[in-house]
């Protein structure tokens, strides 16, 4: 019986550290890559619960400070009920 509730524990325990993250480049333009980097993100429990906040590419270049954008990327990073999903913006 204490064999069970040790591997149970031990599930549970792997299960709340898994985690996943992905980045895909969204687009790309002719303008030079820049020094300058905006990201805009949000965050997700349990896929319900928040996830209200703006996470555009206008809000994120206007984070970085960022006029002209060479490339755009997506996130997403995963941790067990807590998404956190956003764009990284790149540009001069």
Avoid: W
Avoid at 8 to 31: F, I
Avoid at 36 to 63: E, M
Wanted: glycine residues 12%; aromatic residues 8%.
């Amino acid at each position: 019986m204490k064999k069970i509730f040790k591997l149970a524990a031990g599930c549970l325990v792997a299960l709340a550290a898994t985690a996943c993250s992905t980045t895909t480049p969204v687009t790309a333009t002719s303008n030079p890559v820049g020094n300058k980097c905006g990201i805009a993100q949000t965050t997700r429990i349990l896929g319900i619960f928040g996830g209200n906040a703006d996470c555009g590419i206008n809000k994120a270049a206007k984070d970085g400070g960022i006029t002209r954008i060479s490339h755009v990327d997506a996130f997403e990073k995963n941790y067990y009920f807590i998404q956190t999903i956003g764009v990284r913006v790149y540009g001069e």
